[in-house]
């Protein structure tokens, strides 16, 4: 049995983000949707592997706009659902976001947005917490592994009684540490869809579920913001902990509490500093905080990333000023904590020796001197694809075609493993200019392409992954047809999402669930639009290199490159080597051969390591993934590959 | 002061110095010794950078520095030289006896009956020599036998790498190789033999016949095919490319008839890098051979070469051409060569021309160096 559906009272170790997904199916959640994203993608995953069991439908969307959409569905059927996305899917959902809050909701709905402050594994710090504020709808943020379930299952109650959509907010190290949770009851019985539209147009329950008329809709969604903000008064999940009338008061939400609560202990502050934690963080519990504002002068505010509450909780304390008196505000706006990047106990610590005067050092003096010691003995690395990945094989390639066409063409970059390209620009081989958010690459390229009248006269690039092609490249795709934007467009098409962990997407032939479904081809979609599409496998150096050439100097139109090769850590690859890889030591001439190490200065896999006893390479068997790419741009035919026996 | 600096690799001064600089003759001599140098259409393309400083890449170009007086001295007998077309043993009019072979041939057929003769005789073992591919493009092809030879006769046009091809057959099974070459090619052969690698540079011994073409310029791919697109030519249907003498055009043979261009679009084609070119009679090859027009002798001499002994090696393949008489001499008359040497010092003066103009100095002449004797007699002369 899977422990997500341990029994009521059991105490179980569970990851953040499994915790939420526990919470939700103590809510009797029937619909659950996601699009992947670290670190958020575990939700989603979970609960697919108790779907049958628990008769839920869950799904892997193409897009998180799309997922709030079936979820929504869902809610307007009666029924519970969650939507699960990261910080930046936020943004693709907005749109649809800004209606949905408009309309209402009926059957309890709730965003989940596992954000990543210090962008661990994002390409933005993004916040999307400024969305619950800007479209008048609830926020909730657990502060530890209990909260992430118990918040995640009031959630949905919330979101009944205000008949709109709640926002749940973790960060990274809620979503991806672990902590011990005492598991509630799951309900026995599942809800019936039900879905009523023929009422009046302002019937919340039985009208057409729409956002007209919109200015009495508007106020109308004000009043469950009112509610949601009476209820969050007397919520049990804010908290305070410290004296009366502390010296300061430090308010937090999130990681961000753990973070404040041990640096108070650090410090032995706990009689001086007043710790008021929220779990309600939009809209503001105000009479709550007008409480703790009024026992102190002096007030700290710790959240990541940007200052949300100290911007929400300045704004209540200057309506209120002549109740609470005069205050002084420390946090992000005046510098007091980093205004980027995560925070962690040792950054509040600083804090709240500066604002309180106390000695305070996290580490002796002579630490730093030790560091800077050691730094220069530290060896140089950069990220880089892993040993067999296919994109090093498509960047070899792309960079290959480049350089012979001449022209210096350009790449647009996107979101996947395959943005380490740009990121790390050598073991793309250089060739990647631009990284933006997810199908963006394509967009700018057919862009690019419509320079030449003003003198640009690059041929460009796009490469976009197999997901990301459903997720948002299509309508880019489209728009480069139409516009007859002359643009080679690369699908690196590993088989999966796979910096994610290999959740399933429309090109696969398997369901969320584990269901076996039809896959949606990319060729047929590119063919269908009027593109000329050719497929390769990026293993085969040559014969991707003449495709992108021939492509290149094919000028007036898009073509597209399916470069199809499945990722090395797949768990149909993993652990199964292709070829046996070895160097022959009579053949490889080391520094005496004019390649100039070729293998490992250049193509750099990780496997390939040079010998500096033998001055020769030599492959690096526990890590090499046996693709076999290195055999062909060895100039003297010294890497030799035999195929393994399966 | 001295700055102390790391010293610029190869590939950069290539870059820099050749490539950048138009100073490229695609001839290929960089080609296929690392996998960082290539080829494609006929531009010379750098993949990856390569930070080795004493390169053959450069060491072999013959668009870089380079000590002709030295070459000469190395290669050939001092009496022999000229300054107008280098070293000279003997200079005939010339055809294959074979007219079969000539009916297919440009001009006499004295390459190909040539380079037979060094094959059947087992002088060599493999001959290299340019071969065109679907389009106007040209690569260096390893010939072993008679039959695949006569495929690859006539003239291209466009360069041909061919010197990839040697530097490519030379590391691997070949071990008696004889190269149809065009004169930036026989300097870049030459060069070799200067041997400044120490690493395998012994295998340029493997070089026994260097067979040069006379040579006034060659066409850019690029250039030349998107002229042909222009008229309205299939590139992939020409059979044959010819200017006829007196004809101010390039006629072009297709399945479709005769198609002919003004010369003087043809001429917009020419690589940036014939300008500079100092030598159009492969001085530095065994035998060259071209075409033999001179006064107004069109029709009489139509279907003979001149041919130019240059060396030792070149004297014996010519002597034994003869006797087994494979190929047919005739003593040629004092003013074709005066017309010959004439037309190649007018080369040079214009190739130091083009250069000073480049430069932007006498005093920097790109390649080539203004003490060399034969330099100075043409530098003079421009000044």
Known sequence: ?646 | MVLLRKKQSSQELLKKGVLEAGLCTGCGACVSLCPYQVIYHDRTVQLHNCDLEDGKCRAFCPRTDVDLAHLRDCLFDAPDITPEIGSVKGYYFSRAADYQLREISQHGGTVTALMELALTEGLIDSAIVSSRNQDILQNGVRIKNKTDLRKNTGSKFTVSPTVATFNKIVAEDAKKIGVVATPCQALALAKMKLKPQQDDANNIDKLKLVIGLYCGWALSAEKFSKLLIQNKIDLTAITCMDIPAGKNALELHTGNGIKSIPFADVQNCVREACGYCFDSTAEFADISVGFARFGNNWEEMRGWNQLIIRSERGQQLVDLAVAKGVLEIREAPAESLKELKNAAAEKKKSALKNIIRKSGSAKNLLYLDSKDPMVKRYLGENE
């Not at chain 1, 800077?372 to 892993?386: A, D, G, M, N, S």
């Open chain 1, 1 to 646: 049995m899977s422990k997500l559906l341990s029994p009521a009272g059991s105490e179980v170790l569970f990851m953040g983000n499994e915790a939420i997904a526990r919470g939700a199916l103590e809510a009797g959640v029937n619909v659950a949707t996601g699009y992947p994203g670290t670190p958020s993608s575990e939700v989603i995953e979970s609960l697919g592997a108790v779907a049958n069991a628990r008769n839920l439908y869950v799904e892997w969307s193409t897009n998180e706009k799309v997922a709030l959409e079936v979820a929504a569905a869902a809610s307007f059927a009666g029924l519970r659902a969650m939507c699960v996305m990261k910080q930046n899917g936020v943004n693709v959902a907005s749109d649809f976001l800004l209606h949905l809050t408009g309309s209402g909701t009926r059957g309890g709905i709730v965003l989940v947005t596992c954000e990543d402050p210090g962008a661990l594994s994002s390409v933005n710090e993004g916040e999307s917490r400024y969305f619950a504020r800007m479209l008048e709808i609830p926020l909730l943020e657990p502060a530890n592994f209990q909260e992430a379930k118990d918040l995640t299952r009031w959630a949905f109650e919330l979101s009944e009684k205000i008949k709109n959509i709640v926002v749940l907010r973790s960060v990274t190290r809620m979503s991806h540490a672990s902590g011990n949770v005492i598991c509630g009851k799951l309900p026995t019985k599942s809800r019936r869809a039900y879905f009523v539209y023929d009422g009046s147009i302002m019937d919340q329950e039985r009208g057409p579920v729409i956002g007209t008329p919109v200015v009495a809709k508007h106020y109308l969604q004000q009043e469950k913001l009112k509610k949601a903000a009476a209820l969050f008064e007397k919520s049990p999940f804010n908290n305070y902990r410290g004296p009366k009338k502390p010296e300061l008061l430090l308010i937090t939400s999130s990681a961000c509490f753990l973070y404040s609560q041990e640096a108070i202990s650090m410090l032995g502050l706990q009689k001086r500093v007043g710790l008021l934690k929220l779990g309600c963080t939009w809209p503001l519990p105000s009479k709550l905080l007008k409480k703790h504002l009024s026992s102190t002068r002096k007030i700290l505010i710790v959240e990541e990333v940007l200052p949300f509450l100290e911007e929400n909780v300045k704004v209540l304390a200057a309506g209120i000023l002549k109740e609470i008196g005069i205050k002084t505000f420390y946090g992000k706006m005046d510098e007091t904590l980093p205004s980027a990047g995560e925070l962690n106990s040792d950054l509040v610590a600083a804090a709240l020796s500066k604002i309180l005067k106390v000695k305070y050092q996290s580490l002796p003096a002579s630490y730093q001197q030790e560091i800077k010691k050691i730094i220069p003995l530290v060896p140089l690395r950069e990220q880089t694809f892993c040993p067999g990945c296919p994109h090093r094989a498509s960047f070899w390639s792309i960079h290959n075609a480049i350089q012979l066409d001449g022209r210096e063409g350009i790449v647009c970059g996107d979101i996947g493993c395959y943005a380490l390209a740009a990121l790390f620009p050598s073991c793309g081989f250089n060739t990647v200019r631009t990284l933006h958010s997810m199908g963006s690459g394509t967009g700018i390229a057919s862009g690019f392409a419509k320079l030449g009248a003003f003198g640009f006269a690059k041929p460009v690039i796009a490469v976009c992954g197999d997901s990301t092609f459903y997720h948002a490249a299509i309508p880019a795709l489209i728009n480069a047809q139409h516009n007859r934007a002359d643009i080679t467009f690369i699908v690196l098409d590993n088989s999966g999402t796979a910096m994610t962990g290999f959740q399933p997407h429309p090109g696969l032939t398997i369901s969320a669930a584990g269901d076996a479904i039809p896959a949606v081809e990319i060729a047929g979609i590119c063919e269908a639009i009027g593109a000329k599409v050719a497929i390769s496998d990026p293993f085969d150096l040559d014969k991707t290199c003449k495709i992108l050439n021939a492509f290149m100097e094919e000028t007036g139109s898009l073509k597209v490159l399916i470069l199809q090769q499945e990722c090395a850590l797949s768990p149909e690859k993993k652990d199964k080597k292709q070829f046996l890889m070895k160097v022959d030591e009579e053949l490889c001439r080391g520094d005496n051969c004019g390649c100039n190490r070729l293998c490992t200065r250049i193509f750099r896999c990780p496997a390939l390591v040079w010998d500096r006893a033998k001055k020769k390479a030599v492959i690096d068997d526990v890590i090499c993934a046996g693709c076999g790419v290195c055999y062909s741009i060895c100039p003297q035919k010294a890497i030799v590959r035999t195929e393994a026996i399966k």
